[in-house]
């Protein structure tokens, strides 16, 4: 493996953790706005869960997309690359 395909695959790492940490952050401020605002209106129930829940789950596969799936990730990734510049070179012939 040469320098530049380990910077390449480095940086498809680098920005899939850093697309997880935006998910993660925007997660929890609306889900804390919602919070707020359930309690806020005193109503007579809790349902800043369900968001909670069902959006937690998302980030769950988020998350192991990006950290525990992330070889077979770069594999498929690589694959995908490989198919398009095959596209590109038929075009271009």
Known sequence: MNNQ?????AKVKLEAR???YTHLIVYLAVNLLL???NFSNLSEGI???YPLGGWGIGL????LG????EGRRSLVTRKMIERELNKESFRNV
Not at 5 to 9: F, L, S, T, V
Not at 66 to 69: G, K
């Open 5 to 9: 395909e380990a910077y390449k695959q």
């Open 47 to 49: 349902w800043f869960v």
């Open 35 to 37: 919070l707020v605002i």
């Open 66 to 69: 990006v950290f525990v799936f």
């Open 60 to 63: 769950f596969f988020h998350a």
């Open 18 to 20: 850093y697309g997880f």
